[in-house]
């Protein structure tokens, strides 16, 4: 089974309006980690948000918030004020449990973002 | 800020030659990883290290080798490249403990003809 689900291969979001980017996730470890990265076309993989599974405030970094619904194992990637710089793909990934060593990323099939002027 | 860097943008490559992926993290992380990333396949694991001269098999390890002899720099050998080596090929870096972030390098586009 899929560790991490993006549903969504393709969205497309008018400049300044708000845009969610699904991500659901498979686990039995109680103690896990959920990522957001960013990939621009020039390849890299730049970092955008984190949430603990033990966080009980959603996470906030700028226009970046992550929508964690625990008990749906969703986590969802929202984006306010959409520029056109944002339009990249973006890749939801976690990592299960705390011990040292055993901190591998599973990442999603990613969804490509296009920001419409 | 983190710094992770690859040895090339863009290799291309015979079938059948041995092929080095070089990479290099100036931030003393303790783990190393290499991904290659497919169209419609998200990222997937190869091989990852915790720490000097360790190693761990990822999700497709086949065809793949790593060493990492010194803490800074890992690298990924493909023994005898094939055409269906063909892909990006991506180096993170991650510290031992805390959110275990990665960082990631810029990537290699390697073909393999």
């Known amino acids: 089974a899929q560790k991490i689900t993006q549903t969504q291969p393709g969205m497309f979001v008018q400049e300044k309006e708000a845009v969610t980017l699904d991500c659901t996730y498979d686990?039995?470890?109680?103690?896990?980690?959920l990522f957001w990265y960013k990939q621009p076309s020039s390849g890299e993989m730049i970092f955008l948000i984190y949430q603990g599974s033990y966080d009980e405030q959603n996470a906030t970094e700028g226009r970046y918030s992550l929508n964690f619904q625990k008990a749906r194992k969703s986590a969802n990637l929202v984006i306010s004020a959409s520029q056109l710089g944002d339009s990249a793909m973006y890749f939801c990934a976690m990592r299960e449990g705390l011990t040292a060593g055993a901190n591998n990323l599973f990442f999603g099939t990613g969804t490509r973002l296009t920001v419409i002027p | 800020d983190v710094k992770v860097t690859q040895s090339s943008r863009y290799l291309v490559k015979r079938t059948g030659e041995k092929v080095f992926l070089e990479c290099v993290q100036d931030?003393?992380?303790?783990?190393m990883f290499w991904y290659r990333q497919d169209p419609g396949l998200g990222l997937r694991l190869i091989y990852f290290?915790?720490?000097?001269?360790?190693?761990e098999k990822g999700d497709i390890p086949e065809g793949y080798s790593v060493s990492r002899e010194k803490k800074e720099r890992f690298s990924l050998i493909l023994e005898s490249a094939s055409t269906n080596q063909t892909s990006m090929y991506l180096c993170?870096?991650?510290?031992?403990?805390?959110?275990?972030?990665?960082?990631f390098g810029p990537g290699t586009r390697l073909t393999v003809t």
């Open positions: 290290s915790y720490d000097v001269k360790m190693k």
């Open positions: 993170a870096s991650s510290p031992g403990q805390g959110t275990y972030e990665q960082y």
């Open positions: 931030m003393d992380h303790e783990n």
């Open positions: 686990t039995s470890d109680q103690s896990y980690g």
